[in-house]
Nanobody, 124 residues
């Protein structure tokens, strides 16, 4: 019943920008945290950003801090990831995820709901 659908991926040159969108739905689901993860070929899924659905607090790893911004629209049940100053190493499939709890979560295994991903490719 819970669904997450990502969009906005594509091909961009290094230094460019993209905005990813994750639309969520589910009549009996209300997550405390929403997040973005990414996975490059041959690598494990890594944390990109998370946001508290109610309070708006955010968390980022050092690899994207200052370049990526997660935001939300509660009324639309939608999460965004604004990616600026993109680098080739940002190339990956980006996934949105949702989880409950009262402390921010940055580990993929802690998220119960996932989208199918959207490809982001950054050329040098």
């Amino acid at each position: 019943q819970v669904q997450l659908v990502e969009s906005g991926g594509g091909l961009v040159q290094a230094g460019g920008s993209l905005r990813l969108t994750c639309a969520t739905s589910g009549r009996y689901f209300s997550a405390t945290f929403r997040a973005w993860f990414r996975q490059a070929p041959g690598k494990e899924r890594e944390f990109v950003a998370a946001i508290n659905w109610s309070g708006g607090g955010t968390s980022y790893p050092d690899s994207v801090k200052g370049r990526f911004t997660i935001s939300k629209d509660n009324a639309k049940n939608t999460v965004y990831l604004q990616m600026n100053s993109l680098k080739p190493e940002d190339t990956a499939v980006y996934y949105c995820a949702a989880a409950g709890g009262f402390t921010i979560r940055t580990v993929a295994s802690e998220y119960a709901y996932w989208g199918q991903g959207t490809q982001v490719t950054v050329s040098a």
